[in-house]
């Protein structure tokens, strides 16, 4: 059974760093995204990798979030540095089992369970 589990998050005020990650069992990770989810708003990516090591980043957290993986664990991570306020809510892996960078929401097949990262002074 596919099962995808973050880990890291809390709280750190603005300025500080934090970095999740996130474990795949049952499948070998191939793409992979992290996205945010702030209350009443949708889900937001902010960073992909290929199976290659390929990035993708948005503007709001390029230069701050950095996405790698370690393939021999399994494992995603994600670096935040540079936290704002803005950037609190639920961070969630996601896994495809398509090529290249997935940008697009409906490209990711598995979904953690999410983990909340707090920005708070």
């Known amino acids: 059974q596919a099962q995808l589990v973050e880990s890291g998050g809390g709280y750190v005020q603005p300025g500080g760093s934090l970095r999740l990650s996130c474990t795949a069992s049952?499948?070998?990770?191939?793409?992979m995204g992290w996205y945010l989810q702030a209350p009443g708003k949708q889900r937001e990516l902010v960073a992909a990798i290929s199976s290659g090591g390929s990035t993708y980043y948005p503007s709001s957290v390029k230069g701050r979030f950095t996405i790698s993986r370690d393939n021999a664990k399994n494992t995603v991570h994600l670096q935040m540095n540079s936290l704002k306020l803005e950037d609190t809510a639920v961070y969630y892996c996601?896994?495809?089992?398509?090529?290249?960078?997935?940008?697009?929401?409906?490209?990711?097949?598995?979904w953690g369970q999410g983990t909340q990262v707090t920005v708070s002074s």
């Open positions: 996601a896994a495809s089992r398509r090529g290249g960078v997935p940008v697009g929401e409906p490209s990711y097949d598995y």
């Open positions: 049952g499948f070998t990770l191939g793409a």
